[in-house]
């Protein structure tokens, strides 16, 4: 079994129930507390609502991408090809363990993980001590983020 982290946000819909939909269906043992945020990337669209789940799993990284991609669908996304667009769910695989991948349509850590604190804050919820392999400890990733002008 591997404990991955995979990011969870919503933007159209009843958010808060697609966010619970899809921690259900991926069946994450721990969700941190959801927030609303403004949208990164493409700001003329609504706030979105994130957080992190933990997730144990015996499927290789690229099966469960697949599990994450598929719930997405079950959940009404449609990839239209705007990148960072409203979505009624967006699941990331945030960490897999500590691998670190890199290859075509699957980069673990997630390649932005590091820049983005409506992340970091959630899986600093979960786990404040885990180390993003290849940048260091979420609560120092945090706290560089946070000191940021």
Excluded: K
């Excluded at 969700?31 to 789940?53: K, M, R, Y």
């Excluded at 945030?94 to 590091?114: A, K, Q, S, T």
Aim: net charge negative.
């Amino acid at each position: 079994m591997t404990v991955a982290y995979v990011g969870l946000g919503s933007n159209l819909g009843d958010r808060e129930d697609l966010i619970a939909r899809a921690a259900e269906a991926i069946g994450a043992q721990r969700v941190s507390s959801v927030i609303e945020t403004e949208p990164w990337g493409v700001h003329d669209q609504p706030p979105f609502l994130n957080a992190v789940a933990e997730v144990e799993t015996p499927l290789d990284a690229r099966a469960f991408l697949d599990e994450l991609l598929a719930v997405e669908r079950r959940l009404g996304r449609e990839r239209d090809g705007t990148r960072w667009g409203p979505r009624t769910i967006d699941l990331d695989l945030l960490l897999f363990g500590d691998d670190r991948i890199d290859e075509p349509g699957l980069v673990v850590p997630h390649p932005y993980l590091h820049e983005r604190r409506f992340v970091l804050g959630p899986l600093a919820e979960l786990a404040p001590g885990l180390d993003v392999p290849g940048r260091g400890p979420v609560s120092a990733l945090l706290a560089g983020l946070q000191s940021e002008p």
